[in-house]
Structure formats: structure tokens, C-alpha cells
């Protein structure tokens, strides 16, 4: 196959996004650490933080009254999810002019395919620029742009210079910007393969270069192509433009089988909550809602329900109640329940298609 050099691929990350949006909108935060999330005194966990809070070690999905113990005098501010999107709608639709081939990643986050751009002379850099550059005047916010010849690496790149940066890693220096990547920093390696890798004495890009092909499919099955590809700074993913979104879902197996009706609710609750939020992070929004339960018997059935509007939270728990309700909870013991949010749809879809 035909790899990389070639090809000029540009990550955006918008900085601290939520809490520059509140930054933005209300000039009196300007300088103070701002803390978006759960209030303080509640269980609610924290979505971000502007750079001035993480000095004081705060960071996303720490508990917000951790936070609050960090840094007391923060601002803590609860979320505005509308107006987030609508900053992220605003972003991807200057994306959307820079490319054709632009994947959104979530609210916060694309790629642009820039191989066969004519403006600024084709010259990624200077596109990167002009899109930083755009997103500033246009929507009050700084991005920072990672440029390279393929996806792994420019999202490298885009957070390293982090806020307002811009970082090129150009196709001659790919291998070697590689070798010295600490492990855990790989494309797909999660905490559980960075603990394996590291009994296994790889630690760097370097030491991965060292494994063949051969003995890392051995060691952590198919994924040892894409870890051998990405050792050579290599990483053949196309950026994929409509990406199809299927579903979310959740689910879980009892140890004992359950017959309290109310109970399980609460679980589906538990699991819709988490979907929710997964969703709302991603940018993402869903129509139908699927509830599945699997009897002690084995005996399996679903019950859906698509809305015309996007699901709100509340919306879903109903929606989630009224299904249960359809099924024979509480009648029979129970040993799995498990929700799914599907016909999902992003907002840079909305995006992409209220600007054509
Ligand atoms: P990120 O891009 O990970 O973080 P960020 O934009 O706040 O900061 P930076 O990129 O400069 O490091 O996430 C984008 C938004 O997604 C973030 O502003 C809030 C939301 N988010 C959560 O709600 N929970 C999380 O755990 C994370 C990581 C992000
Ligand atoms: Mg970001």
C-alpha cells in the first residue's frame, strides 16, 4: 500500500473547550481558574478545567469536590451544553471549508484531510494557520492544530504545544519523533496493554521497533500489526468524512438473578446516565432507546422507542421506565439488563449539512 508522506492530514483540538467558552461569554473570569462540571458540593465529576485550574493539579473526571479542595477560590461553573454545541457547530462549519474530507472525532476535535487542498499553495502549515486563525476571529476561541502526514501523529502533535499551539511533524522526522515516545502515548494503547508492554520491557517507540511484527502479534493478537505500523511512525487510517455512528449501549450481567422490579430501574438509570454523558462529550445525539432484558431462563427480549427529538435525560428515563414496563420485570427473576442509545447523529453532521 501506498503510505503517508504524501499525504497532509491536520488535527484541531479546541484548549480547555467548555471552560473557554465560559471564559468567552463572561469576561470576568478572565484570568481566575474556572472549573466546568457536578457543583462542588454534589457527586458530579469535573469536565474541564481552563489552564489556570490545572496549575492547582485539577483535571476532567476528577470529582468535583476534589476540585474544590485543590483550589477553593476556583470558579465552579455549571455546564452549558447548547452553547457548546453551537460553539463546536460553529468550528466544524470553518473546518468544512478548508476540506471536504473533515472527521469529527467529537465537539471538540477533527480531522481535515488537507492532500489535495490548492490554498495557501497547499501548504498544511499555512492552512493550519488560517484555520486557527479563523476559528479566533469568528468564534472567540483558540485551537491548537497538530500538521502531519498521517492521523496517530498529527494528534500528537496538535497537544503538544498546547493552548494555542501549532505543532508540524514533517515525514522525515515521523520515525524518529517515534522513538522517543513514551508508550503510553501510542495511538490505541490503553492503561492495561501499557502495563503489559512494560513488564514485557518495551517502554519507547524505540523499544517497540525492536519487536518484529511476528512477536508482537503473538504477544497482543491482531493488534500488533497496527503497534508494529505505528513503531515506524506509520498509520494508514484514512480520514473518514461520515463516519456512521450506530449506536451506544451498555449492559450487565448479575451475579444472582434479580426480581425487584425497582431495582433494576435503578441500574438502567445508572447505565442511561453514563450513556448520556458519554454522548453529550462526544457531541453526539440519539433518538431511540432500547431496553434489554435476559431472563434467569435465558429467554431474551428488547423494547424500543424512537422520539422525534433528540433524548434529554429525563426524556431517556422515561422513555427506559416505560419499556421496562413493557416487559415482564418483577414477574420474572432477571440475569441481565442492558440499555442502548441508537440513531445517533453528531453535531458537526448538523454542521456540515446547515452549512451546504
Ligand atoms: P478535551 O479536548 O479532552 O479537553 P479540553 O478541550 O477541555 O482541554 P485541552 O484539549 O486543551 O486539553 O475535551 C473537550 C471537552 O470535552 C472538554 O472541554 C469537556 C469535555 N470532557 C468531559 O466532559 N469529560 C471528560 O472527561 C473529558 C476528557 C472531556
Ligand atoms: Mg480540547
Given at each position: 500500500m501506498n503510505d503517508s508522506p504524501q499525504r497532509k492530514i491536520i488535527h484541531i483540538d479546541m484548549d480547555a473547550f467548555y471552560a473557554a467558552v465560559e471564559e468567552r461569554d463572561c469576561p470576568?473570569?478572565?484570568?481566575k481558574p474556572v472549573v466546568v462540571g457536578g457543583?462542588?458540593?454534589?457527586r458530579g465529576v469535573v469536565a474541564t478545567a481552563n489552564y489556570e485550574a490545572r496549575r492547582y493539579g485539577i483535571h476532567s473526571a476528577m470529582p468535583t469536590s476534589q476540585a474544590y479542595r485543590l483550589c477553593p477560590f476556583a470558579e465552579f461553573i455549571k455546564p452549558r451544553f447548547e452553547v457548546y454545541r453551537a460553539a463546536s457547530q460553529e468550528v466544524m462549519a470553518i473546518l468544512n471549508h478548508y476540506s471536504e474530507c473533515v472527521e469529527p472525532l467529537s465537539l471538540d476535535e477533527a480531522y481535515l484531510?488537507?492532500?489535495?487542498?490548492?490554498?495557501?499553495?497547499?501548504s498544511a502549515t499555512r492552512i493550519a494557520q488560517a484555520i486557527k486563525a479563523e476559528i479566533a476571529r469568528k468564534v472567540r476561541l483558540t485551537a491548537s492544530a497538530g500538521v502531519s502526514y498521517n492521523k496517530f501523529l498529527a494528534k500528537l502533535a496538535s497537544g503538544m504545544?498546547?493552548?494555542d499551539g501549532l505543532t508540524v511533524i514533517r515525514p522525515q522526522e515521523g520515525a524518529a519523533f517515534v522513538r522517543h515516545?513514551?508508550?503510553?502515548?501510542?495511538?490505541?494503547?490503553?492503561k492495561a496493554t501499557e502495563a503489559k508492554m512494560k513488564k514485557l520491557g518495551i517502554h519507547t517507540g524505540a523499544d517497540l521497533l525492536r519487536w518484529s511484527q511476528d512477536a508482537l502479534v503473538t504477544h497482543f493478537g491482531k493488534a500488533g500489526y497496527w503497534y508494529a505500523s505505528l513503531a515506524q511512525g506509520e498509520d494508514l487510517r484514512p480520514v473518514r468524512a461520515h463516519r456512521e455512528r450506530k449506536s451506544l449501549g451498555n449492559e450487565i450481567t448479575f451475579a444472582l438473578d434479580v426480581n425487584d422490579a425497582d431495582l433494576l430501574r435503578e441500574e438502567l438509570f445508572r447505565q442511561l446516565t453514563e450513556l448520556m454523558s458519554k454522548l453529550e462529550r462526544r457531541g453526539w445525539q440519539a433518538y431511540t432507546v432500547t431496553v434489554k432484558v435476559k431472563y434467569a431462563d435465558f429467554e431474551q427480549v428488547t423494547r424500543s422507542w424512537t422520539h422525534r427529538q433528540p433524548l434529554d435525560t429525563v426524556k431517556a428515563r422515561e422513555s427506559a421506565s416505560e419499556l421496562l414496563a413493557r416487559t415482564e420485570v418483577g414477574e420474572r427473576p432477571v440475569r441481565l439488563i442492558g440499555v442502548t442509545l441508537s440513531g445517533l447523529t453528531t453535531a458537526a453532521v448538523s454542521a456540515q449539512t446547515s452549512w451546504l
Open positions: 470576568a473570569l478572565a484570568g457543583a462542588p458540593n454534589s484531510d488537507v492532500s489535495e487542498a490548492t490554498d495557501y499553495q497547499g504545544n498546547k493552548p515516545l513514551p508508550i503510553g502515548d501510542f495511538y490505541g494503547i490503553g
